[in-house]
């Protein structure tokens, strides 16, 4: 499907749901996907994307940024403490800060730099052992503790586990923002999105239902 496609999509979800679509952002997930496919959207007019890995991302954006000028990238993948700096350097906003250490890393470059990406707190609503993100049980603390360390919240982030109905964690996650008043919630991807809107989505993470398929990078 084209990237208007979905746009068409939002927009039809989201004045069903009796919200502005013009209050959703579309994350065109472009990991893994030929230079050629993103360019194309690209070319098309969008300018918001969003990478798992630092290291690919690294390898393709500057490049893309020399072209097209600036762009809105999101990390949406899990990030390691070691490729912090390169991640906020590189990143607008990044999805996946999950733990206390990753925190303080953040805030540190924060004050060195002057400048912080927004961030958003991944939560595994699914309390899932091996995906990332804090426990709904300690999502709380863990955003009072970013708050504490000036790090700039924006909202939380979830991806539900794939043999439960979404639509109870995309409720979990509106309630735990709502909370801690979180105006953004990152939920929703090429499968349920239309469903994450329903729920106050306000970032949506789209990329086979974009891109197609994707194509593993060899090496």
Do not use: Y
């Not at 999509?9 to 997930?29: F, P, T």
């Not at 098309?44 to 991302?57: C, D, P, S």
């Not at 403490?81 to 303080?104: C, M, W, Y």
């Not at 991944?122 to 009072?144: H, R, W, Y």
Request: proline letters at 5%.
């Amino acid at each position: 499907m084209s990237i208007q496609g979905i746009k068409t999509r939002i927009h039809n979800a989201a004045a069903e749901a009796g919200r502005d679509a013009d209050d959703i952002s579309l994350i065109a997930v472009s990991k893994v996907q030929p230079n050629a496919r993103v360019q194309a959207v690209l070319e098309a007019g969008h300018t918001t994307f969003g990478e798992n890995r630092v290291q690919e991302a690294l390898g393709k954006w500057p490049d893309f940024q020399q072209t097209f000028g600036e762009l809105d990238l999101h990390l949406i993948g899990p990030l390691q403490t070691n490729k912090a700096r390169q991640a906020v350097e590189l990143f607008g906003t990044i999805h996946s800060v999950d733990r206390p250490k990753l925190a303080t890393t953040l805030a540190r470059l924060a004050q060195e730099r002057g400048a912080s990406p927004n961030v958003f707190i991944q939560v595994n609503t699914g309390k899932e052992p091996q995906k990332a993100g804090i426990l709904p049980s300690e999502t709380d603390a863990f955003v009072a503790e970013c708050r504490a360390l000036d790090l700039p919240v924006k909202g939380l982030m979830c991806i539900p586990p794939v043999e439960e109905e979404a639509s109870l964690h995309f409720a979990l996650l509106a309630k735990m923002a709502e909370r801690n008043g979180l105006a953004g919630l990152s939920m929703g991807m090429s499968d349920d999105f239309e469903k994450a809107i329903q729920f106050g989505a306000t970032h949506i993470r789209v990329g086979s239902a974009i891109f197609g398929a994707r194509v593993p990078v060899a090496g």
